[in-house]
């Protein structure tokens, strides 16, 4: 069993920055990643990283959106600069063990 703690939510301005943790208990994490989810919208992967530090983004946040891991502390982060007010969002950590698990999410608001 895996369980995922979220935190670094919150509310800033466009152009803010934001940065976004996961403590995740248990062993034979694989990959972790954000994903997000927009009011009337469908929950989308906003970047993963392998236990290996390998790395994808969505096309929307490169550049401006960083993913990390320590693998020790089985922690994963996602650093959010040039924040715009279409990264609303809830935001949910994912962990990929011999099933997905899931954080309850944080809400992220950037205002205009």
């Known amino acids: 069993q895996v369980q995922l703690v979220e935190s670094g939510g919150g509310l800033v301005q466009a152009g803010g920055s934001l940065r976004l943790s996961c403590a995740a208990s248990?062993?034979?994490?694989?990959?972790m990643g954000w994903y997000r989810q927009a009011p009337g919208k469908q929950r989308e992967l906003v970047a993963r990283?392998?236990?290996?530090?390998?790395?994808n983004y969505a096309d929307s946040v490169k550049g401006r959106f960083t993913i990390s891991r320590d693998n020790a502390k089985n922690t994963v982060y996602l650093q959010m600069n040039s924040l715009k007010p279409e990264d609303t969002a809830v935001y949910y950590c994912?962990?990929?063990?011999?099933?997905?698990?899931w954080g309850k999410g944080t809400l992220v608001t950037v205002s205009s």
């Open positions: 994912n962990a990929e063990a011999t099933m997905r698990y």
């Open positions: 248990g062993r034979s994490i694989n990959a």
């Open positions: 990283i392998t236990s290996g530090g390998s790395t």
